[in-house]
């Protein structure tokens, strides 16, 4: 099992750039691919970007790719969602996430999968 905890989410302007960080607990890191889902205000949750166990390949939902990249530091059991030029449609509470799966499976998840899921940190983009 694993426990998620995101932070760095907070009101930013458009254009700007922010850092996400998902901290996970337990020494089985490295078996699950991780990745981050956002659900907007009367939005259904959408697909964010997804990280190999090894950090080598990153898949990213087409409306953020180009702007957000995806990290990972497993000596540290934490992921990076750096996000660049955001924009306001891009508000929305993000969510860390753990799954046994590929990447590529990740990102066509739909509920209630993935299997692990942090509580989640606001992101604003004011206009």
């Known amino acids: 099992q694993v426990q998620l905890v995101e932070s760095g989410g907070r009101l930013v302007q458009a254009g700007g750039s922010l850092r996400l960080s998902c901290a996970a607990s337990g020494r089985t890191f490295t078996r699950y691919t991780m990745g981050w889902f956002r659900q907007g205000p009367g939005k259904e949750r959408e697909f964010v970007a997804a990280i190999s166990q090894s950090g080598g390949y990153q898949i990213y939902g087409d409306s953020v790719k180009g702007r957000f990249t995806f990290s990972r530091d497993n000596a540290k059991n934490t992921v990076l969602l750096q996000m660049n030029s955001l924009k306001p449609e891009d508000t929305a509470v993000y969510y860390c996430?753990?799954?046994?799966?590929?990447?590529?499976?990740?990102?066509?998840?739909?509920?209630?999968?993935?299997?692990?899921w942090g509580q989640g940190t606001q992101v604003t983009v004011s206009s």
């Open positions: 996430v753990a799954d046994i799966s590929t990447p590529q499976a990740m990102s066509v998840m739909t509920s209630p999968s993935p299997i692990y």
